[in-house]
């Protein structure tokens, strides 16, 4: 059974987490999974950084800009997690645009991937049609799960046809902007959650987008699994260092 199933099948409310890969520093990707794993966080979202990151606001921007800058890329990346899973057993998910995976070859990717233990990936602008006709294989033959998006603006039709192919989560944008912590959600967002809820939708959910704060958090995993941190986490980072991981996650969850 792939991890994240595995996690997605436990009691409880799941917390995921986002940082960009080589930042602040190149080498602090391997140092901060595994922080984050001591910290009882359930997931991991490893943000492979891009030069035009259309759905990430200013702090995933600025971080993404500092790790190219620091010499982060895909190769770099797969030499930091090669032994990662002699460290770590929570379940791993590369995000990225879609642009770095095709120069470094979609097939190689995957196939990277699953050398090292990485579970699934989150590819936002990779339309699902495109997927299910060019990619669906690759992913499957190296079991590697492609975790689908929906936003406020996605249709019932879209999101009952991404229910049914999906595997593992479904990301449920928690609204139609960019990345972002906010301290709580507006009455929109939480007539979008309700609606969501009402559909039934046999795939479990887990909300991200604006979640930053232990508020915002618990509101989440009202209406889903659980909640992907981010931009917060990042903001964290910058001005706390590395030590303060556990204190973070402990504000969130305690």
Known sequence: MNRIDKKLNEEGKLLSIYFTAGYPSLNDTEDIIIKLEESGVDMIE???????????????????????????????LFDQLKNIRSKVSIPLIIMGYFNPILQYGVEDFCKKCSEIGIDALI?????????????????KNYGLYNLFM????????????????SDGFIYMVSSSSVTGSKNSFDSDQLTYFKKIEK????????????????????????????????????????????????????SIRD
Do not use: C, W
């Open 199 to 250: 559909m039934n939708l046999s795939t479990k959910r887990i909300i991200g987008f604006g979640v930053g704060s232990k508020n915002t958090y618990e509101t989440a995993a009202q209406y889903s699994k659980g909640a992907i941190i981010g931009s917060s986490f990042i903001k964290n980072l910058k001005s706390k260092g590395l030590s303060s991981i556990n204190g973070f996650i402990k």
């Open 46 to 76: 490893i943000g492979l950084p891009f030069s035009d990151p259309l759905a990430d606001g200013p702090t995933i921007q600025d971080s993404s800009t500092q790790a190219i800058k620091n010499g982060m890329n895909s190769n770099v």
């Open 150 to 165: 929906i936003a406020p603006q996605t249709s019932e039709e879209r999101i009952r046809h991404i229910d049914k192919i």
């Open 123 to 139: 590819i936002p602008d990779l339309p699902i049609d495109y997927y299910e006709t060019n990619y669906k294989s690759i992913f």
